[in-house]
């Protein structure tokens, strides 16, 4: 997995609630059997006006030009702003996997749904979590500023806006040094391999009726 | 490691405990899975993942695979070449090899037993109450309804699952759904969880298991219990789960995975115990009562945006702020309906009825006792019954239903997720209205620009005869 240290960008905002994964990645790229090929159809039936599918190059597409991800002022951008509950629904990692391969390095928001922030620490995308009111501003900043733009240092969990002033945010020590180092999970419950046998041994025999095997 | 009292534990504390490996240096939990479902469309990067370490499957015994998301409903006989998509063929035919080369019991494309993972699982027997269940897909949180952990995760973990039989996570908080009194006639499990995610949101419940308790979720059957657990979900919660009690045995007992003799007798002792503490603790608790729910059905694009069928559409100017004004005015837009529209008034211009939260043959059973000797009114283009499974199917066309559906002018065809989320040919055109029995309404969720509206069977097949919704209760 990729390591997360300090990372800047254009931050990008999408003033909407309840973003699901259905509209972060529609079903119809989901048909892929790999883990790339999912950021150019990111976000697909707000950002294209037809329906697009596997195969179909953005240049054949007609451009949704008021969507946030096609305004001009927006292109590059790195760090999604949004609102509540971001990520619910269904829970397809390929949404991570879109926005990370877009560009998008974090995403800032109020809250996230429970699988898709999972999700997020196992590919290395950030997720933020902020308070209503603090995000508000942030949207106020973007609306204002042409190119405004956040360097996120995890290290320090700061956020750090150009104009000098910064916004500190929470995260789990374990979920933070897990993106610090880019750990990977498996190879960290590898790691516990002795536990596990030991532990099926004894639940072998106290419930047996589940194994057959 | 118990982080409860004794006398005090929830269900889902008891579950958790009993599957608890150990911490990891990391201070994760790893918890042991019991039973790990594989489809068709989460599951093909997580083998690759194995391929690529070198690793193996730890317990192969543990996973069952079936395709459900891209088959076609329609010409099964011509097996995996009946998909006409070459993507989604590709999928199918990879969920073939992974199964064989590592040896994992899959209910293929021609299998009768093949269908809607979540409705496959119970089916079999393959969930059983106290186990910890995980598949690819968020709506694993049916299983509960066998006072299971179930849980749905995501590709990285499905990995995980193959490789470790562990799931690395930290627990979840306890909430309680109670839910008093009896359910009306034409009110059904799926009114009670729509109106639970209408008062809850869809993120009322992040961050917990819910339990569902109460008289009325005692006196439902499991296919019921299953409708509720799945819908879990849509209020946020990662897992929902219902206590143990004689239904649960019953529709157990006797199913091909489910054990026999003294194995049975063992499990039974433990899985009678599988139920909270008088006095457990709960983290949040909401109370409903169910003499005063009505049928309901949504009229946005998102599972909290409900109300009952005598109810309207909100109006934006009625919103609590300006953000949910926009919200409001952004999903009537798309929904094409107006501020205050009486949710009668919605014209349908397809009816399905599917999906692994209406699919079992109780669902179908209440849809066929309303259309039978009916007519589809002219209006509604296409009417579908998507059975959940092959043995669905085939029971249905046992007791008869399948030649209702027919008459009444349905098209029946063969098990899968179909219009659920539309990645086989069966979708919604752009701009059109339909009643669902699935559980997402989400924008084009069932087809580009398609216009979803949830409901219980009952609702969507009175909604298929009137050509619009109407109170199924002035029906029975
Ligand atoms: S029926 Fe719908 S919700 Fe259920 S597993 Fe299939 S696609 Fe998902």
Redesign the pocket.
């Known amino acids: 997995m990729k390591a997360f240290g300090v990372e800047s960008g254009v931050v990008v905002p999408l003033d909407r609630a309840n973003v699901d994964t259905d509209q972060i990645i529609p079903k119809q790229f989901l048909k892929s059997i790999r883990r790339t090929g999912f950021g150019d159809n990111l976000f697909d039936s707000w950002r294209f006006l037809d329906e697009g599918d596997i195969g179909v190059t953005p240049n054949e597409r007609q451009i949704n030009h008021d969507f946030v991800l096609n305004l001009p002022r927006y292109q590059d951008g790195g760090v999604l702003l949004a609102r509540d509950n971001f990520g619910c629904g269904?829970s397809r990692e390929h949404a991570v996997w879109a926005l990370m391969e877009y560009g998008f390095k974090a995403v800032i928001a109020p809250s996230f749904a429970d699988i898709f922030y999972n999700n997020c620490f196992k590919n290395g995308l950030l997720p933020i979590v902020l308070k209503e009111e603090k995000i508000d501003e942030l949207f106020q900043l973007v609306a204002r500023e042409p190119g405004f733009t956040l360097t996120i240092r995890l290290p320090d969990q700061r956020i750090e806006l150009t104009d000098g002033t910064h916004v500190d945010f929470e995260i789990d020590a374990m979920r933070k040094r897990k993106l610090l180092e880019g750990l990977d999970d498996i190879d960290l419950t590898w790691a516990h391999t002795d536990a596990i046998r030991r532990f099926e041994v004894g639940y072998r025999t106290r419930r047996s009726w589940l194994f057959k095997d | 490691m118990l982080d409860w009292e004794p006398g005090l534990a929830t269900l889902y504390d008891k579950i958790w405990d009993d599957h608890l490996v150990g911490r990891r240096s990391d201070g994760v939990c790893l918890l042991y899975i019991d039973a790990h479902l594989l489809h068709e469309v989460t599951s093909p990067q997580a083998f690759e993942g194995l391929r690529l370490a070198g690793r193996s499957v730890w317990r192969v015994a543990a996973n069952l695979a079936t395709p459900?998301?891209n088959v076609p409903t329609e010409n099964r006989a011509a097996g995996i070449g009946g998909i006409s998509d070459p993507v989604a063929r590709e999928q199918v035919v990879t969920l073939d090899a992974n199964c064989k080369q590592h040896g994992i019991t899959q209910f293929d494309i021609h299998d009768i037993r093949q269908g809607?993972?979540?409705v496959v699982g119970p089916e079999q027997g393959a969930t059983l109450p106290g186990m910890t269940v995980v598949c690819g897909?968020s709506?694993t949180s049916t299983h509960g309804a066998f006072g299971a952990l179930a849980q749905g995760i995501g590709t990285s973990e499905v990995e995980h699952v193959l490789a470790t039989q562990c799931l690395a996570q930290s627990k979840a908080r306890n909430m309680a759904v109670r839910v008093d009194g009896a359910l009306p006639d034409g009110v059904y499990a799926k009114d009670l969880v729509l109106a639970m995610i209408g008062m809850t949101g869809t993120a009322g419940a992040t961050g917990h298991t819910i339990e569902y308790t109460g008289a009325a979720i005692r006196a439902l059957t499991m296919e019921g219990r299953m409708t509720v657990c799945n819908m879990s979900i849509e209020a946020g919660a990662r897992a929902g789960l219902i206590a143990v009690d004689d239904i649960t045995l019953e529709f157990v007992h006797g199913r091909p995975f489910a054990p026999v003799g003294a194995a049975w007798n063992a499990a039974e002792t433990y899985w009678r115990t599988l139920e909270s503490d008088a006095d457990a603790q709960f983290d949040k608790e909401i109370v409903l009562q169910a003499e005063r729910l009505v049928p309901h059905v949504t009229w946005g694009t998102s599972p909290e945006m409900v109300v009952g069928v005598d109810g309207c559409a909100p109006d934006p100017a009625d919103a609590a702020n300006e953000i949910q004004a926009d919200s409001v005015a952004r999903a009537l837009h798309y929904m094409g309906l107006s501020a205050n529209q009486p949710v009668t008034d919605i014209v349908l211009d397809r009816i399905f009825i599917?999906?692994?939260?209406n699919a079992r043959i109780e669902d179908l059973r209440v849809a066929a006792s309303i259309v039978a000797g009916k007519r589809v009114a002219k209006s509604v283009k296409q009417a579908l019954v998507v059975p959940g499974s092959g043995l669905v199917k085939a029971q249905a066309e046992r007791e008869g239903l399948a030649d209702i559906f027919l008459q009444a002018g349905f098209e029946w065809r063969d098990p899968g997720?179909s219009m659920?989320?539309a990645m086989n040919p069966d979708k919604l055109l752009p701009g059109e209205h339909c009643a669902s029995t699935?559980?997402?309404n989400f924008e084009g969720r069932q087809g580009h620009g398609g216009r979803t509206h949830l409901v219980s069977p009952a609702m969507a097949a009175a909604a298929s005869i009137a050509g619009h919704f109407v109170d199924v209760r002035e029906w029975i």
């Open positions: 269904s | 459900d998301h809607i993972v979540h897909d709506h599917g999906s692994c939260t997720c659920c989320l699935s559980n997402r």
